[in-house]
């Protein structure tokens, strides 16, 4: 699976299938945290990721006043 | 996961309210929160004129499409912080949006207007790049505000901006802070109306709303951010919805329901301190107002020499 992670961005690969919540749990992000988009759609923390998907995780988490 | 609506797959999760949605059922559930919201703290009345402080992120883009959509009259404003390539491109993605949906978009540029940037700005005031950033653009949405004679300024605050905030705010018992954190701050003299009409809505919402409806956005985060002490606040509180989720929402609504009343008095005895900034005019409680020592201090001009 190819993941892409932001801030900054960068690209890994992942062993597939899996679950959200399990690639979330590998790589150690909070699921509050981020949006989780497979193949240009939304998905939810139960959905099954295919080994030929291609993933975003995009942080939501932003700083400021 | 199915819709909690209509049992169709569902594309978004949203723990505190044990529930998750497809698009449909999910722009609905926005929609309400923020119907909700400006219902619940009397924040707009249908026929008011609105100024949403855009900043080409998802909270504001997400604000203004919504406000529209319920058929709001809202024009966008942006204000240019000199922040590099992330102000570049956070004001395409601004004016991107007003362009495609034809909507006014009023701009205004701290470097080219005020002669400072925040990079450089904040530096020479010694002050955190956010801090200056923040009080910066506090002055230029009220200014810009009361000079289009708008009825409110709305900014995207959402519930996790406000949640840190708060435990910023508890945490050093800033009792001032505290009295002014509500939702919404009526006008008063020299203060347009501020209105935070996402405050039922987490940010991971609104990204989701950002991505589900097409709406581009920032996702690059702001350079100056790193560090800054609401992101801490915000990983600590999101480690605690991940164990209770709730959390977040029961810490900041019990403070809008049983707290911030009981701050009122600070509240009235900063506004009767109140005077004329006597370089702008912005009320202040001192002689000059934070965003003009500001740019005295970014531009080494003396007061009385610019317009
Ligand atoms: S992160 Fe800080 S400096 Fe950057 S835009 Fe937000 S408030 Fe301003
Ligand atoms: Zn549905
Ligand atoms: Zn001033």
């Given at each position: 699976m190819n993941v892409l992670l932001r801030n900054p961005r960068r690209e890994i690969q992942m062993p597939g299938p899996t679950s959200v919540s399990k690639l979330l749990k590998q790589l150690n992000i909070v699921p509050e945290s981020v949006l989780v988009i497979c193949n240009d759609e939304l998905v939810t923390r139960d959905a099954q990721l295919r080994d030929e998907d291609s993933i975003e995780i995009r942080p939501v988490v932003s700083g400021g006043a | 996961m199915k819709c909690r609506r209509c049992k169709s797959p569902a594309v978004i999760d949203v723990r505190r309210h044990n529930a998750a949605f497809c698009k449909d059922c999910f722009n609905h559930h926005c929609t309400e929160q923020v119907r909700r919201a400006i219902h619940d703290f009397k924040?707009?009345?249908?026929e008011e004129r609105v100024l949403v402080a855009v900043s080409g992120g998802k909270d504001s883009l997400a604000l203004w499409d919504l406000l529209l959509k319920a058929g709001y009259q809202a024009d966008g404003l942006y204000v240019g912080l000199g922040i590099g390539e992330y102000s570049n491109e956070s004001g395409r993605f601004a004016r991107d949006f007003a362009q495609s949906r034809d909507l006014k978009l009023i701009e205004v540029d701290l470097p080219q207007q005020y002669g400072f940037d925040i990079p450089t700005g904040s530096e020479a005031a010694r002050r955190a790049p956010c801090s200056a950033c923040g009080l910066s653009k506090r002055h230029l949405f009220n200014q810009a505000a009361i000079d289009g004679e708008y009825d409110a300024v709305a900014t995207g605050h959402n519930l996790d901006d406000e949640a840190a905030v708060l435990m910023g705010n508890v945490l050093r018992w800033e009792e001032g802070y505290l009295a002014r954190q509500y939702p919404v701050l009526p006008a008063s003299e020299g203060f347009a109306k501020k209105v935070k009409p996402l405050v039922k809505l987490g940010e991971r919402e609104m990204a989701a709303y950002c991505v589900l409806n097409g709406i581009d956005y920032i996702i690059e985060e702001c350079p100056m951010a790193a560090g800054n002490r609401h992101l801490g606040y915000k990983e600590i509180l999101n480690q605690l919805e991940e164990q209770s989720p709730g959390a977040k929402t029961a810490f900041l609504t019990g403070f809008f329901d049983r707290?911030?009343?009981?701050?009122a008095d600070v509240a009235v005895e900063e506004r009767q301190t109140l005077q004329p900034c006597a370089?702008?005019?912005?009320?202040?409680?001192?002689?000059?107002c934070a965003f003009c020592r500001l740019q005295v201090r970014a531009t080494g001009i003396t007061i009385g020499t610019t317009s």
């Open positions: - | 924040m707009l009345q249908p707290a911030h009343q009981r701050f370089h702008c005019d912005a009320p202040t409680t001192n002689d000059v």
